[in-house]
């Protein structure tokens, strides 16, 4: 579940598009992030659930969320509105056993038609006034929500899992709160996609409230609940953000994407040099997505959104909407690690809408699913393709080999550091294809590399054994199976 796509293309390089507009998109979306910002401090301290009631914190959030969407994209931004005005009417006139199905094709259309028509029709290329980010976003919501809703009114509860049955919603949603959902100003414009029931505890001043019940505070001498607030870690993302912006400003420029496809690198560099320099310049590809992802984070933070309990050490955390977790990503030591540690809430959508519900080959299926949401460019289906050959092979490496390394630390040790090197080329590898779009360059790309991850990757999964601990159930316990076993 590979996701290498910032939901605004706002920090692509220049090169693929006019100068003066990628400077003009550019300052747009972070003048609208930034006004989020302090409009998101001012709902928190001015429109709080103790002052305001729920339906004036719904219709502010979403006022000013279709205020930043207009100001960033102007016309284009009817998009939004109508594919929200479309589900809408599937969510109040069509049955719960077929809403989730209706909403899903119709949201994945419409998106699908205007990726294609952007591109290829109106020759927009990556673009003059990118909409498609924001209507990303909206589209994850507007699934999620039918498939909860689903999972509400249309199915037993011990069909559940135990994750389905806590996010079911169970009355469906007013139109201001199916508005205030999609539309709200702090995940409009860069996310990143949350849970209607989350959202709906918030606004109505519940979010901190529950998660805080679940923590004994007696027995840490508190005579009632404490109140968190966000401040440290809204300052924590913000001081992240800046130095994403410092990197994005010095290293992304530096070895920008283009260099892939310059004749040094192609014909006379060595193969070594190439991975390198591979690795060097994806390295350089990713400040853009920390910053955006951080901003929008510390945007939902300073709202007083994103809570999500207490941590191990007994600190109040809020990474409950975080789209990635940057240490884990630098030293991830698998494929798997890396990409549940990238965007972070996509790839919870993929697994909540498609991997688990899903009857065949889950992996093939939510690799596509991802590739559709993103976009027609052809790149994204090269990394999409290597991605699931890469995951099964990876996996299949790791079944057979990495019980011999447990035995002592230092076999661990040397496991870690050469699984960490292995990742970061084949993240490099895999994803080159996305930020380079077309399909000339990637060919030539992969040539210049003689392939060699495909053809690896091949060999693991044609000549090793599949082990038997490599097929986990996918399908998540369902109640009834989790009171079965407490019975037991």
């Known amino acids: 579940m590979l996701e290498w796509k910032i939901p605004h293309e706002a920090f692509l390089d220049d090169e693929s598009q006019g100068a003066d507009t990628g400077i003009g998109v550019k300052v747009n979306f972070v003048a609208c992030q930034l006004f989020a910002l302090l409009a998101a401090f001012w709902f928190r301290i001015y429109l709080s659930p103790g002052k305001t009631s729920p339906d004036v914190r719904h219709a502010f959030a979403t006022i000013f969320g279709i205020y930043f969407v207009i100001f960033c994209f102007g016309w284009y931004s009817v998009h939004l509105f109508v594919l929200v005005l479309m589900c809408y009417g599937i969510m109040v006139t069509a049955s719960v056993s077929n809403i989730h199905r209706y909403s899903f094709f119709v949201a994945m259309g419409y998106l699908t038609i205007c990726h294609i028509s952007r591109i290829y029709i109106f020759h927009y290329g990556i673009l003059t006034t990118d909409f498609s980010g924001p209507l990303m976003i909206v589209t994850q919501k507007i699934i999620a929500l039918a498939f909860q809703v689903h999972d509400g009114l249309g199915r037993r509860a011990e069909d559940l899992s135990v994750e389905q049955h806590r996010l079911a919603v169970k009355v469906k949603p007013s ?42 505070w007696k027995q840490k001498g508190f005579h009632s609940l404490p109140e968190p607030s966000p401040m440290g870690a809204v300052i924590h993302k913000l001081c992240m953000t800046l130095v994403s912006l410092l990197l994005f400003l010095t290293l992304t420029t530096t070895f920008p994407v283009t260099c892939l496809v310059d004749d040094w690198f192609v014909h006379k560099a060595n193969f070594l040099t190439r991975l390198c320099y591979l690795y060097v310049v994806m390295q350089a590809s990713k400040p853009k997505y920390y910053f955006a992802w951080t901003l929008a984070d510390a945007v939902n933070n300073a709202a007083g959104f994103g809570f999500s309990g207490v941590d191990k050490n007994g600190n109040f955390s809020w990474d409950l909407l975080s789209n990635l977790n940057i240490w884990k990503i630098e030293t991830a030591t698998s494929f798997k690690m890396y990409l549940e540690n990238w965007n972070i809430q996509t790839a919870t959508w993929l697994k909540r809408v498609c991997y688990e519900r899903v009857p065949w080959y889950p992996t093939m299926l939510t690799f596509i699913l991802s590739a559709l949401w993103h976009g027609v460019y052809p790149g994204y289906y090269f990394t999409f393709l290597t991605g699931t050959l890469v995951t099964i092979a990876a996996r299949t ?24 090197a292995v990742t970061q080329l084949a993240v490099s590898y895999t994803v080159a294809p996305f930020v380079m779009l077309a399909v000339e360059p990637t060919i030539s790309l992969y040539k210049s590399m003689y392939f060699y991850l495909h053809i690896i990757s091949l060999l693991i999964i044609l000549f090793l054994p599949i082990k038997p601990q490599a097929h986990i159930q996918k399908q998540p316990q369902t109640l009834n199976s989790v009171n079965e076993k407490k019975k037991d």
Not at 397 to 418: G, I, Q, T
């Open 175 to 216: 139109f201001l709160e199916y508005l205030s959902y999609l539309l709200n100003f702090m995940s409009v414009i860069a996310g990143p996609c949350n849970n209607f029931k989350d959202y709906v505890d918030f606004i109505e001043g519940r979010h901190i409230h529950m998660k805080l019940l679940e923590v004994n």
């Open 397 to 420: 490496m790791r079944n057979n080999y990495r019980h011999y390394f447990l035995s002592s630390k230092a076999l661990k040790l040397v496991y870690d550091v050469v699984t960490w």
